[in-house]
């Protein structure tokens, strides 16, 4: 069984925001824990266990009851695409102006539903300001 592609996944906002606290966690503490991740996204554990067992079923993470959650390799591609959107969005909004924790709120809004084509000419355009 070959490894589906990213584009074949359809994730929602929330199992979206589930896959980027994941790889946080892995990446701030080396491991993810149901009860970090509630914490984090202050949700209930039950709502976070709901979640990991559809990622798990779509191939983006690995997770059983009462053990820690692991990205898949398709997982980690996804969560990292999802912070690079967020950073573009977030460098932009800072280049017009707007407050940090405004422009950080609106980021976080903007990179589930902005078209990927959208977003692919934004970094192009910031790659050719930082260029400059």
Known sequence: MSLPEMEDIELTKALEM??????????????????????????????????????????????????????????KIIARKLLSRNKTLLDFLLLIGVEEEIASTDACEIEHVINPKTIEKLAEYMKKLSDE
């Open 18 to 75: 589930y896959v980027k606290v994941a790889y946080e966690l892995e990446e701030e503490l080396g491991i993810a824990t149901v009860s970090d991740m509630a914490e984090r996204l202050n949700v209930k554990a039950p709502s976070v266990t709901a979640a990991l067992q559809k990622l798990d079923s779509m191939g983006v993470v690995k997770y059983r009851r009462y053990q820690n959650v692991k990205l898949t390799k398709l997982g």
